[in-house]
């Protein structure tokens, strides 16, 4: 038996879409909708062509559907899916920050300066010992050593 697309999880995720940029009583609605973000028109249309496209770019169960530019609409250019933390990255409100010529939220700028530090260390630095973002992301962590 085949399936229909409204029984695929794609259409329920394509649901919640629609009423975070339609449907003003929608809680989230203000972050999308009310920021003039909508849904192109093919897949409005078709809640199928959605279910299609997003089967042929990506989908993963534990995956999230990403806007690429946060402030852009659900669109296929526009749209990827992404783990949880990469979404997170990529929200709005997320402060970019360029170092050194190299922009990104805080967590990418720790990647690429620092790769394998924790980044709550960094975190530590900037928001529990007041240091800038540049200071943090480019002063090196000391390895720690036991005292004898």
């Not at 496209?53 to 899916?81: H, K, M, S, T, V």
Request: proline residues 6%.
């Amino acid at each position: 038996m085949k399936l229909k697309y409204t029984d695929h999880p794609l259409y329920n995720r394509f649901k919640a879409i629609r009423n975070r940029c339609h449907n003003p009583k929608y809680k989230g609605w203000h972050n999308y909708g009310g920021k003039g973000i909508t849904i192109c028109q093919e897949w409005l249309r078709s809640p199928r062509t959605f279910v299609q496209w997003g089967i042929n770019n990506g989908y993963a169960p534990e995956l999230q559907i990403d806007r690429i530019d946060p402030n852009g609409n659900y669109e296929p250019a526009n749209c990827r899916f992404v783990t949880n933390t990469q979404n997170a990255r990529n929200k709005a409100n997320q402060e970019r920050f360029t170092i050194n010529g190299i922009t990104g939220c805080f967590y990418e700028l720790a990647e690429h300066f620092q790769p394998g530090v924790k980044a709550d260390t960094l975190y530590a630095r900037v928001y529990n010992l007041g240091w800038t973002v540049e200071q943090a992301i480019l002063t090196p962590v000391r390895e720690w050593k036991p005292r004898k």
